[in-house]
């Protein structure tokens, strides 16, 4: 895996009278890993999904190694290497674990579109995947960095969603991105499976990887990230070194509000 710069400039996305995301600008290095926090309905899915190309922003730019991307469709954006997971996770469910890493590492291959997605569709209807031995490595290392082994011949449908967080994260990673988003990976894992989980960003991004990961879970962030972007309502409040953004009055603010507003 190699890494690629993916930077966001002056994004903001409307929804009617809503302003979901507000001129924000992020920037994601290869070989690091980024965070974007902040309270529920800051507009960090929607910040993410202009990213991914899942969203159009209203006005803004994105560039990946300098090359504006703004235009291309999700499709075209995971074709130059930018690998995501959801924030509601998509596997497929009827396909066991090492044939829904297998769909990642086909993806990667350069066969016509055509052939990838005949090959998905026998996939989910429970025919074996065939593989390239260079796709079978892949999905064999990646099984087992994710400590996936033991469960490689189970229907992903049948596993806990800290599992299921897992084969998606999988499934990005055998598709060799050179930028990796991921939202909320961390919802629904135990605390192993969320040191296991950090451990595999952090051998990620030292592979190169621009890592870009989305989590309203302060502590968790904190221990893994390089620099973190702090967002409140659609706003960028604070970013820099992760310390820094912890100590910053308008985070503390913003999260004192979140407590107090649950109380
Ligand atoms: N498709 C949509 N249509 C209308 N409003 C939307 C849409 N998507 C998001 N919003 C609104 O935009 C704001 C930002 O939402 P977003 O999902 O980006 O926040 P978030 O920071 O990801 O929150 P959470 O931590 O709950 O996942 C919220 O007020 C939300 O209701
Ligand atoms: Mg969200």
């Known amino acids: 895996m190699s890494g690629a710069r993916l930077e966001g400039i002056g994004i903001t996305r409307r929804y009617g009278g809503l302003t979901a995301v507000d001129d924000v600008s992020v ?6 890993v980024t965070a974007l926090i902040g309270p529920n309905g800051a507009g960090k899915t929607t910040l993410f999904q202009c990213l991914t190309g899942a969203e159009r922003p209203d006005a803004g730019r994105v560039l990946l190694d300098g090359r504006d991307i703004t235009k291309l469709s999700s499709d075209a954006r995971a074709r130059l290497g930018i ?5 509601r996770l998509a596997v497929f469910p009827t396909m066991t674990v090492g044939d829904n890493l297998s769909v990642g590492a086909e993806n990667r291959s350069s066969g016509p579109s ?4 005949g090959k998905l569709v026998l996939g989910v209807f429970g025919f074996p995947f065939e593989n390239t031995a260079r796709d079978r490595r892949t999905v064999e290392e990646t099984l087992q960095l994710l400590r996936l082994d033991e469960v490689r011949d189970t229907p992903a449908g049948a596993l806990p969603t800290g599992t299921l967080r897992l084969v998606e994260l999988g499934r990005a990673l055998c598709n060799g991105p050179s930028v990796l988003l991921l939202d909320e990976p961390a919802s629904g894992l135990d605390t192993t499976e969320t ?3 950090q451990h595999v960003i952090r051998r990620v991004a030292a592979e190169g990887v621009a890592v870009l990961l989305v989590e309203h879970d302060v502590d968790l962030v904190f221990d893994v990230a390089d620099t973190v972007y702090a967002m409140a309502e659609g706003r960028l409040i604070a970013s820099g070194r992760p310390d820094d953004v912890r100590a910053h009055p308008a985070v503390q603010a913003a999260y004192l509000d979140v407590s107090a507003s649950d109380a």
């Open 27 to 32: 920037v994601a290095e290869p070989g690091t």
């Open 195 to 197: 040191d296991n989980l």
């Open 83 to 87: 690998g995501r997971t959801f924030q």
């Open 114 to 117: 055509l052939v990838r997605n």
